[in-house]
């Protein structure tokens, strides 16, 4: 069925008039009349009938008026781009991926603004086991937060915030004795930070080309767990700076230091689904996000530059290695290990 005819029906019984629904379709009298003859031979009425020199709508044309009036405004309603949603009555559930760091320094403010300005959303965090799974293809996961690595093709992402990795060590390691140069910074004896058990990373490349080498007595999935270790021993790890590390290292007793090795920056970026890209709550719960990171960013963080012109949210488009299986987002960095 040509579903153009129920403007022509709408127009028509709007007016019960062929040259007034012309002019309101900004069409000509004789193609109205050649939609009419086809309206009343699907509908088996003749839907309008002449009463000396007007059109009078018929009884089934009346039953009709109102159910075609809606169906138009409907279908104008589908295709014309929504407002911004009311944050407090939005009922929405966002799931998140993110790594423990992440996690710790976002999950607090979200809430704290989410419980004010939207009380009925709320906010899943699900752990780094979903990472490298399509769980953001099949919408499982809303928004996956981290650092951006091989990303699916059709995945969008935004780069938020650049930093350098920082090590960290307990108050009193000797370490702290005397200035902290590369050498003295391989013989300490490394905490590894790795999901998947890489033993090896850019630390390690970077020491080489120097002549050194570090040992790495123990890897671990998280940084949590890397921190927790390196408060009663003397392993090195290291993490991200800002004010979640800060306050995690004053409770454990541990104190940060500049790597001295010239070493890749990290790059903090969220990424989502573009079936997502025009929802506005989704859009909404992003700019949320980003502006949360961001007031979290320490003087040492910058905004990281985005590529090229466009909106805020920009699809990257990079077409990851997906043959290796790593073609999603990682939560936290592995320099570590």
Known sequence: MDLNLLLV?????????????AERLGTSPAAVSRKLASL?????????????????????????????????????SVLTATDVP?????DRVFTVQAGDFLLAGLAAPLISTLRSQAPHVSVVFLPESFEGTPALRQGVVDLELGVLGHLDPETCSERLITTALVGVARQGHPL?????????????????????GKRHGPIDTAL??????????ITVPGHTSAMLLARTTDLVCLALPG????????????????VPLDIPPIEIGMA???????????RWFREHVRGMLARQR???????TPRGAGTTDEVIGDQGDTANGDDRISSVPEYGG
Do not use: M
């Open 208 to 217: 080489a080309e120097q002549g050194l080498r570090r040992r790495v007595p």
């Open 86 to 90: 009311d944050p407090a009555t939005l």
């Open 9 to 21: 029906l709408d127009a028509l019984l709007a007016d019960n008039s062929v040259t007034r629904a």
């Open 40 to 76: 009343r031979r699907i509908v088996g009425d003749p839907l309008l009938v002449r009463a000396g020199q007007a059109l009078q709508p018929t009884a089934r044309a009346l039953e009709l008026r109102g159910e075609v009036r809606a169906l138009i405004e409907r279908s104008e």
């Open 176 to 196: 702290f004795d005397g200035p902290i140069d590369a050498r003295r910074f391989a013989e300490a004896d490394h905490i590894g930070t790795s999901r998947t």
């Open 272 to 282: 989502w689904h573009p079936r997502n890209d025009a929802d506005r709550a989704h």
């Open 298 to 304: 320490p003087a040492d963080l910058v905004p990281a």
């Open 243 to 258: 004010a979640p590390a800060a306050d995690w290292l004053n409770a454990l007793g541990l104190r940060t230091f500049p």
